[in-house]
């Protein structure tokens, strides 16, 4: 057990090496509850989101639908990533990240007034992971018959609420950090451990932060903190695509800083490695380019390729896929490949 963003969070319930396995080859389950779920209401609420956040909430048009974007500061630094539902008109629902709840509760409630929006930290929910290629197939067993083929039927980056009966209800999202199918779970922290327990029963393996780690990475998804800050920008983090300039008129916090770096140019990218020699790859090891220096953001040693793999931030001229760079590991230069991400993604290898 260690701290994790003020919670008390398993680095593993057994094997990690296996946990990371069960979520490639079957299911796993992961407690999420850290996660901060804040429901914002409002008859402005989709005009306050599209001021808060870099990509664009106009893409939310369908009822439950989700959007992955970066939170910025005025200078185009990422205050946090995060998930954002479109439930209707005045209402959307937004997943932020455990280490940051209180600096984004903060920036929102400072921004909300200004567009009439309420904003609700939903202390009341749990929210649980499922994760793999039959971890559908397991949450689906425990709903409703009448509510199953409506759940086998979510497209991803979708979500919906499913009622459990006697009022008790689940919002139930096809979204994930692993890049395997799955679910994300959001329900009364009452039911949490009931539910973990059967899906355990049901063959679902419970899985804790070192498997996550190992997976998201396998998957080169960013993580905050490592990959990206308040000082990072998203253009240069590997994360150009969550950010949308096609309406010039939606004015984001941070737009701005973004076109002036953009007009100027960019200088670093952000890039995947492969290791080539033997060694383990972790964050903050110095990357040699021709083109100068980088650092590596996130590493580690992946269970499914049984390499050494990592995600870096390059000087911009330095290296294109399939270039050869040099990893600083304990003082000694390691030769590495730079590779399209992802690494692995739906129990698929997909570099070599």
């Given at each position: 057990?260690?701290?994790?963003g003020?919670?008390?969070m398993?680095?593993?319930?057994?094997s990690?090496?296996?946990?990371?396995?069960?979520?490639?080859?079957?299911?796993?389950?992961?407690?999420?509850?850290?996660?901060?779920?804040?429901?914002?209401?409002?008859?402005?609420?989709?005009?306050?989101?599209?001021?808060?956040?870099?990509?664009?909430v106009?893409?939310?048009?369908?009822?439950?639908?989700?959007?992955?974007?970066?939170?910025?500061?005025?200078?185009?630094?990422v205050?946090?990533?995060?998930i954002?539902?479109?439930?209707?008109?005045?209402?959307?629902?937004?997943?932020?990240?455990?280490?940051t709840?209180?600096?984004?509760?903060?920036?929102?409630?400072?921004?909300?007034?200004?567009?009439?929006?309420?904003?609700?930290?939903?202390?009341?929910?749990?929210?649980?992971?499922?994760?793999?290629?039959?971890?559908?197939?397991?949450?689906?067993?425990?709903?409703?018959?009448?509510?199953?083929?409506?759940?086998?039927?979510?497209?991803?980056?979708?979500?919906?609420?499913?009622?459990?009966?006697?009022?008790?209800?689940?919002?139930?999202?096809?979204?994930?950090?692993?890049?395997?199918?799955?679910?994300?779970?959001?329900l009364?922290?009452?039911?949490?451990?009931?539910?973990?327990?059967?899906?355990?029963?049901?063959?679902?393996?419970?899985?804790?932060?070192g498997?996550r780690?190992?997976?998201r990475?396998?998957?080169?998804?960013?993580?905050?903190?490592?990959?990206?800050?308040?000082?990072?920008?998203?253009?240069e983090?590997?994360?150009?695509?969550?950010?949308?300039?096609?309406?010039?008129?939606?004015?984001?916090?941070?737009?701005k800083?973004l076109?002036?770096?953009?007009?100027?140019?960019?200088?670093?990218?952000?890039?995947?490695?492969?290791?080539?020699?033997?060694?383990?790859?972790?964050?903050?090891?110095?990357?040699?380019?021709?083109?100068g220096?980088g650092?590596?953001?996130?590493g580690t040693?992946?269970?499914?390729?049984?390499?050494?793999?990592?995600?870096a931030?390059?000087?911009?001229?330095?290296?294109?896929?399939?270039?050869?760079?040099?990893v600083?590991?304990?003082?000694?230069?390691?030769?590495a490949?730079?590779?399209?991400?992802?690494?692995?993604?739906?129990?698929?290898?997909l570099?070599?």
């Amino acid at each position: 057990m260690v701290d994790f963003g003020g919670w008390d969070m398993p680095v593993n319930y057994g094997s990690q090496i296996e946990e990371h396995h069960a979520v490639r080859q079957d299911a796993g389950i992961f407690d999420v509850s850290h996660m901060c779920v804040i429901d914002a209401r409002g008859p402005r609420v989709r005009e306050f989101f599209g001021r808060l956040i870099a990509n664009d909430v106009d893409k939310l048009r369908q009822p439950g639908k989700a959007l992955y974007s970066c939170m910025l500061n005025e200078a185009g630094g990422v205050i946090d990533d995060l998930i954002v539902y479109f439930l209707d008109e005045s209402f959307f629902r937004v997943v932020v990240n455990a280490g940051t709840r209180d600096k984004d509760l903060a920036w929102m409630r400072a921004i909300a007034p200004g567009y009439g929006v309420q904003l609700q930290e939903r202390v009341d929910l749990a929210m649980v992971a499922v994760q793999g290629p039959n971890a559908r197939t397991r949450v689906i067993s425990l709903l409703p018959e009448q509510h199953r083929s409506s759940a086998q039927a979510l497209e991803p980056f979708f979500g919906k609420s499913i009622s459990m009966g006697e009022g008790r209800e689940w919002f139930v999202a096809r979204t994930g950090y692993t890049g395997e199918d799955g679910f994300e779970i959001m329900l009364p922290a009452s039911e949490a451990p009931e539910v973990w327990n059967k899906l355990n029963a049901l063959g679902v393996k419970s899985a804790g932060l070192g498997a996550r780690d190992t997976l998201r990475l396998e998957a080169a998804m960013n993580l905050y903190g490592n990959d990206m800050d308040e000082v990072q920008n998203p253009l240069e983090s590997g994360l150009a695509w969550t950010v949308s300039f096609d309406n010039p008129a939606r004015d984001f916090i941070g737009r701005k800083a973004l076109e002036a770096l953009k007009a100027a140019g960019l200088q670093k990218k952000f890039v995947a490695l492969l290791l080539e020699d033997r060694g383990v790859l972790r964050g903050h090891q110095k990357v040699v380019t021709p083109a100068g220096e980088g650092e590596i953001t996130s590493g580690t040693f992946s269970p499914t390729m049984e390499k050494s793999i990592a995600l870096a931030r390059v000087p911009r001229s330095a290296a294109d896929i399939g270039d050869k760079v040099q990893v600083d590991v304990r003082g000694k230069l390691l030769n590495a490949r730079v590779v399209k991400a992802p690494f692995v993604r739906n129990g698929k290898i997909l570099v070599s």
